[in-house]
């Protein structure tokens, strides 16, 4: 057999022509194919991309969407604020704050919220916890005050809660205000409210101390000495009424006073000091009950006179 390390050159080029036109065919049958091929690739790459770049835009679009719904609804209950619905008001910022807690404008659609409870539905229990969710949920906010103030005054006037009430405005004195002496004052009044007179002479001292120059001083020397009086300290209760006369000798809290004296005077019998203490009280607001006192003790007198 002829080995082929014998074959000729010339058939060695044949051979590889022949491979070469194989290779051809099979590259111009595959071609198309290939082409295609990529193509889908291509467009499988272009649409993934697309899908991508869509889902970021999505996303982006709906960050923007909720970053502005707090807004939306905030110019929303001010609208109907203004015209003149307020259960439709107070719906839309508590959406606002129960939905968006951390937007800045959480805290004043929460004030807003107690107040339209309070002052246009009248519900003063929903309103009273509104402005104590205030007070707790943002300490910071500049609302704060405010919102302790109504709770307090809610408490107080229209609840008559006034041991609760008592506590908000501790907190309110707590955290500092530029009117500690009227806080004080209305913690005093609440617990005369609750008839611990004791209690409340403590803070109407605090008050005075702390506040020398308050323009509440007269009043406060006023209630002071009528809480003596009604602890049954008669002669504390004189000493506070004579200071007030003293250094108030025009004001109604110093005719109120005068009057307090006189009674003090008719309570221990003294009828001609009282007597006389009442024939002083020519500005005493209430006129006629200063004449039927006067009427009375000189009744009271001539009885004796006749006894005797």
């Not at 007179?197 to 605090?206: G, K, N, P, V």
Request: hydrophobic content about 40%; overall charge positive; proline content about 3%.
């Amino acid at each position: 057999m002829t080995n082929g390390l014998f074959r000729s050159p010339s058939w060695r080029r044949r051979m590889r022509r022949m491979n070469l036109d194989k290779l051809k065919k099979e590259l111009r049958r595959q071609g198309p194919e290939a082409q295609r091929s990529r193509r889908r690739q291509v467009h499988l790459f272009l649409l993934a991309l697309l899908v991508c770049l869509l889902l970021i835009a999505s996303v982006f679009a709906y960050r923007v969407y909720q970053q502005t719904v707090p807004g939306r609804l905030y110019s929303k209950g001010l609208t109907l604020e203004s015209q003149d619905r307020p259960e439709q008001a107070l719906a839309s910022y508590q959406r606002l704050f129960r939905g968006y807690s951390d937007s800045l404008l959480a805290a004043e659609a929460l004030f807003r919220a107690a107040r339209i409870c309070r002052y246009d539905l009248r519900q003063d229990q929903q309103a009273l916890l509104f402005f104590l969710q205030l007070e707790h949920d943002y300490p910071e906010s500049g609302y704060v005050i405010q919102a302790q103030r109504e709770a307090a005054d809610l408490t107080k006037n229209r609840l008559h809660d006034f041991a609760h009430a008592v506590v908000i405005y501790q907190r309110l004195l707590d955290g500092g205000t530029d009117d500690g002496d009227r806080i004080l004052y209305e913690i005093a009044d609440c617990y005369f409210r609750l008839n611990n007179y004791s209690q409340a002479r403590i803070e109407l001292d605090a008050l005075l101390e702390r506040f020398p120059e308050s323009s509440l001083r007269a009043e406060v020397l006023y209630r002071r000495a009528s809480a003596a009086l009604l602890e049954g300290t008669p002669e504390v209760a004189r000493a506070g009424f004579r200071e007030l006369v003293e250094l108030f000798p025009g004001t109604t809290y110093a005719a109120e006073a005068r009057f307090n004296l006189a009674e003090l005077l008719e309570a221990e019998e003294r009828l001609r000091d009282a007597l006389k203490a009442y024939r002083t009280l020519s500005d005493y607001p209430r006129p006629e009950l200063v004449q039927e006192k006067i009427e009375r003790l000189e009744a009271r007198i001539a009885k004796k006179k006749k006894v005797l």
